[in-house]
């Protein structure tokens, strides 16, 4: 069992890295600056997606749903209607301290997405979990152009896309 959280643990730093060099890309800001994709249509009261849309990867909010990039780029997110099947969803938030970018700090961040957060959500600890968990991380870029300081957790479940929230999926 350690062994598989050792070889997980070091999935979740490599792929918060990936995701770290991919958010970094210009046409990421480049939306930004020309006011690409916004946000989704979401109910007033719940802030719920009511329509499937593509969205700006920085108006993600926890509780989206969305399908899969199949590219490592990370600038936008098609988000659904939790209840339409989807292969994602944002779980959780952490929001950093202010001061200088650092990878090591990022990663460390990282790690809350697999403890009592997920735990929480869940209903499982994450290590005798069967669901994946990946970051959407602040880049260099990001955090000094934009004050980005959020580390968002996404689930998702690698059997296939899902129906509903994971919450309380306690598998």
């Known amino acids: 069992m350690m062994k598989m959280r050792k ?32 946000d989704a249509d979401r109910d007033e009261a719940t802030g719920q997606v009511t329509e499937s849309s593509s969205i700006d990867i920085f108006a993600l909010k926890v509780g989206d749903c969305k399908m899969k990039s199949d590219s490592g780029l990370i600038e936008s997110a098609d988000v659904v209607p939790c209840g339409e099947p ?6 959780f938030e952490i929001t950093m301290d202010d001061g200088e970018f650092s990878d090591e700090a ?4 990282t790690q809350g997405c697999i403890g009592d957060a997920f735990t929480d959500f ?9 669901l994946d968990v990946y970051p959407i991380t602040p880049t260099q870029d990001t955090w000094d152009q934009y004050n980005d ?7 998702s479940d ?13 598998r």
């Open 86 to 91: 989807h292969d994602e969803e944002v779980y």
């Open 122 to 130: 869940v209903g499982v600890v994450w290590d005798d979990s069967t």
């Open 158 to 170: 690698p059997a296939g896309p899902v129906t509903g929230s994971l919450a309380g999926a306690a």
């Open 7 to 38: 070889r997980r643990a070091l999935m979740l730093a490599g792929t918060a890295l990936a995701l770290t060099v991919a958010l970094s890309g210009c046409s990421t800001i480049n939306n930004i600056l020309s006011g690409g994709p916004a």
């Open 149 to 155: 300081r959020i580390v968002q957790c996404v689930i």
């Open 106 to 109: 990022v990663d460390a961040a």
